[in-house]
DNA sequence: CGTCTTTGACCCGCGC
DNA sequence: GCGCGGGTCAAAGACG
């Protein structure tokens, strides 16, 4: 299982999955600063929620539902420093919510209230509610299998320009379906995070005009700490705690 | 054998 | 009402 995330394409995201490089997405406001082999920052922005309609028709990001008032929603981004943290950084971005990385993410206005009865934000109603909604008939699936539509959730789109569509951000993700969009050539990927009370999403996708850039776009926030950002601090926690006993 | 990916079918919202 | 596009399900197969 850990390795099938090594194939390298479309495989689930993991421990195990060659991480880099990922190099920073230019955007318009800023000079594009020439991506270098061993240069690993990535470019982050932070979007509302889609609101539903209007959100198809963007050259630029059509396949994520980007549209024009996302991408005007995005606020001046920033270029992450070469040798970031991913996994901290998108655990970080993922707990916190959009509203609350200072300097990273930008402020976005307030989400619309959720609506679906089974879901939240922690998404940790996933499990149960699919057993209870998949009743459906066959094929069950839908945007809204339960009737409703879907729920706001906070989300986060990720920009980097990699040869690998999945970034290695510590979470372990299962794919559970993949659609060929239009206006572009590269199928959109949509992952499940694999743990059992969470219901996080996410959505990767290479851009129609750059197929060098992957877009994934996250959904809904973890509701459990990163196995893999546990894994990397627990020997600098041990080491606090043994030097805060002084 | 358990987990994950693939893939066709299905459902829903939206625009015309 | 119809067709289209997007999102999801679930059976089947692949893989370690």
Redo the contacts with the bound molecule.
Sequence with gaps: ?????L?G????SSHALPSFPYFAVPSPPYAPPPPSEDQHSTLITALQQ?P???A?NNDDL????LGPDQLAAVAAPMILPPMVDWSALLQQASLMGPQLVPGLLQQVPPLEPLDQSGENDGGDAGSSS?SKE?V??????????S????ASRPRFAFQTRSVNDILDDGY????????A???SEHP?????C?HHTCNV?K?VQRLAKDTSIVVTTYEGVHNHPCEKLMEALSPILKQLQFLSQF
Excluded: F, I
């Design positions: 299982m850990e390795n099938q995330h194939q394409d479309e495989s689930s889609q539903s309609s209007s198809c059509p396949p994520l539902g699919s998949k459906v008939a066959k094929g069950g699936g839908g945007a809204g299998r009737g409703k539509k879907k372990r993700w299962r794919k559970y379906g993949q659609k969009v239009k206006n959109r990927s949509y992952y499940r694999t999403k959505q």
